[in-house]
């Protein structure tokens, strides 16, 4: 059964700390991306990734970061610098940048 | 600057009648057009995509047009049910300095009444 995965659905992060949330596809897609959405915000593009070990920043980049060691894995790790984190997090993945996006069910992280 | 407005951030309509959800765009110039369904508290799931050299696509109760012209592309739904309520997202393709990407719209918040 091919898709995404995101783990956990539900986050919760302390002051001060950084947190990590992963995302999985066996579809064998090249790129990969992340998104977070905000309520009238619509998606924007944090960082996305075409090939394996190479990732670009995207709209909204500060305070996140990313790594993409393997084609089929891209987390996102949300560092204490990203003062307003509260959000919904969406992975997706496609065959090609630009081409349709399959997306995985979520994470939405809360601060405590 | 570059912009993508969708009509509203919510539409009603009732069971049965046919919905009109609205996208246009400025400074873009996209190759293709996508959109997307998305369920609360899900991720989006594609839907259609429509080509600059494509005036129309249908799909099922589904049909897309899009007007590189008027910077505009209409998505409709024919014979509405409830279960059609959702928000749709348009994206359009930005392949500006060499950077491909989606870019979404804010949404459209769809309710079909019974």
């Known amino acids: 059964d091919g898709g995404i995965t995101q783990s956990p659905k539900y986050l919760f992060r302390k002051e001060g700390q950084n947190v990590t949330l992963s995302c999985e596809q066996n579809?064998?897609?090249?790129?990969m991306y992340w998104y977070r959405q905000d309520p009238g915000q619509g998606l924007r593009l944090i960082y996305y990734s075409q090939i394996v070990n190479d990732f670009q920043k995207g709209d909204i980049a500060e305070g996140y970061s990313v790594s993409r060691e393997k084609k089929e894995s891209f987390p996102l790790t949300v560092t204490s610098a990203q003062k307003n984190p509260t959000a919904f997090y969406l992975c997706?993945?496609?065959?090609?940048?630009?081409?349709?996006?399959?997306f995985g069910p979520g994470t939405r992280l809360l601060v405590l | 600057s570059q912009k993508i407005e969708q009509n509203s951030e919510a539409l009603n309509i009732q069971e049965g009648k046919t919905a009109t959800l609205t996208c246009n765009y400025t400074n873009y110039s996209p190759a293709y057009l996508q959109w997307y369904r998305q369920d609360p508290g899900r991720g989006p799931v594609f839907l259609l995509l429509i080509r600059e050299n494509e005036k129309e696509k249908r799909k099922e109760r589904l049909k897309v047009t899009f007007d590189t012209t008027l910077k505009q592309s209409l998505f409709h739904i024919t014979a509405s049910q409830p279960a059609d309520s959702a928000t749709y997202l348009c994206?359009?393709?930005?392949?500006?300095?060499?950077?491909?990407?989606?870019?979404f719209g804010k949404g459209t918040k769809l309710s079909v009444i019974p």
């Open positions: 997706a993945s496609s065959q090609g940048l630009a081409e349709t996006q399959y």
């Open positions: 579809l064998n897609h090249d790129a």
């Open positions: 994206a359009l393709e930005n392949s500006g300095a060499g950077s491909y990407q989606l870019t």
